[in-house]
């Protein structure tokens, strides 16, 4: 029963913490976040489940570890942000794993995430009202990006990353709604919070939502739906339906980037800084640049900006990707991990007659979309979830109904 209990309180801990990486731990010199102090406990779990830990969880935490370690080895590394790496993500992807695993920790980690994302969004319009500058309770000096063009941000660095995570949240809302299997309770709860979490997309004028949003939403309804002819014509009315309102969308909301040209700068930066990251490949740097060297993009960027002739203003101090991060920093060792996570991802997108697993496999390629495309920052622990969550939702067994002798 403690074990259980242990499992389930971690996991819901952790759905909360991923929506406040802007707020400092108080009374520490060092800039952790709440999570920070979370996740080193994901080894704890292990040492609890050791004799059932999820089959695919091994594979995948085994090639991430060589790739970083062989990257420290061979190539200049940062020591706070090695430490950072083996001795807070890899232990969060090792509990979150066991996590989705557990039945009960999975709702956990639903539930978690689903409240932090009603009071992320409640403060989110609070903001927009009262103004950002207002209420920002962002203490924590290495997520504090200032605000953008008057958009919110609830507790996230900026509002980019807080359209992330909404959408990601919405999307797991939808699937809850038209999975046959969901409870009315579950339904009822759901529709407000997809409904909140839409209008506060609408605000942010963020490219995420023509970019994520749509591929997240139809990824929830092939996921969440039978193979049906009713569930064929639902998918048809959605897709036209987020058609119209992208359209409308990019017309009276996103039209002021447009004509401001920022979101083709912006656009042209991530391109260059991803397209740069992954450059490292074809230069003989076997083992990357150097855990913790993600600076060291500026010149590899430029160049291809300048190969491309894109314009844009100053590079930010790392990749606009965690994916292309981590090929860059760590080089092909990391291909090679992220390859085999990728595998393991295409593999648990199926239909899943449990709507909590549904639910767990669409965070999991929001996720991972997300990290490819948009999420940059090392420290959002959003960007690594993707890692974690395939490996546990396919398992077997669930963790929490394994036999007495199993143990």
Do not use: K
């Not at 102090?37 to 089959?55: I, S, T």
């Not at 990290?371 to 939702?393: K, N, Q, S």
Request: contains cysteine; positive net charge; hydrophobic residues 55%.
């Amino acid at each position: 029963m403690r074990r259980v209990g242990l499992a389930q309180l971690w996991a819901l801990a952790a759905g909360l913490f991923l929506w406040c990486p802007a707020i400092a731990v108080p009374g520490l010199r060092l800039p952790l976040q709440p999570l920070d102090l979370l996740a080193p406990f994901g080894l704890l779990l292990a040492a609890m489940y050791l004799r059932r830990l999820p089959p695919l969880l091994l594979p995948v935490l085994g090639t991430g570890m060589l790739s970083v370690l062989a990257s420290a080895a061979f190539s200049p590394a940062d020591p706070i942000t090695l430490v950072w790496t083996l001795w807070f993500a890899f232990p969060f992807v090792l509990g979150l794993a066991i996590a989705a695993g557990h039945s009960g920790a999975r709702a956990g980690f639903l539930l978690g995430f689903s409240l932090g994302a009603a009071a992320s969004g409640l403060l989110f319009a609070a903001q927009i009202v009262l103004g950002s500058e207002t209420l920002d309770f962002r203490d924590n000096f290495a997520f504090r990006l200032p605000a953008q063009y008057g958009r919110a941000f609830a507790l996230m660095p900026e509002v980019s990353t807080y359209a992330v995570h909404a959408i990601l949240a919405a999307s797991i809302a939808t699937a809850f709604l038209v999975h046959p299997a969901s409870r009315q309770r579950t339904r009822l709860v759901a529709l407000p919070l997809a409904i909140g979490l839409a209008a506060t997309l609408v605000l942010t004028r963020s490219t995420g939502v023509i970019v994520l949003l749509p591929v997240t939403l139809v990824l929830a309804l092939v996921i969440a739906t039978r193979a049906s002819a009713n569930a064929l014509t639902l998918m048809l009315i959605c897709v036209c339906a987020m058609a119209v309102l992208l359209i409308a969308y990019v017309e009276t909301v996103y039209v002021e980037r447009l004509a401001s040209a920022s979101a083709e700068r912006s656009g042209a930066m991530r391109l260059a800084s991803m397209l740069g990251g992954v450059s490292v490949l074809a230069t003989g740097d076997l083992f990357g640049v150097g855990i913790g060297q993600n600076h060291e993009i500026a010149r590899y960027a430029y160049e291809t900006a300048r190969t491309l002739g894109l314009s844009f203003g100053a590079l930010p101090d790392g990749v606009n990707s965690q994916v292309i991060g981590r090929i860059f920093e760590e080089g092909w060792p990391a291909v090679l991990h992220l390859g085999l996570a990728g595998a393991i991802l295409v593999r648990s997108m199926r239909r899943w007659p449990d709507p909590g697993r549904a639910a767990i496999a669409l965070l999991a390629a929001g996720s991972a979309l997300a990290a490819t495309g948009i999420l940059g920052y090392r420290g959002l622990y959003t960007a690594w979830i993707w890692l974690a969550l395939p490996a546990g939702l396919l398992c077997e067994r669930d963790l929490a109904r394994w036999p007495r002798g199993a143990r």
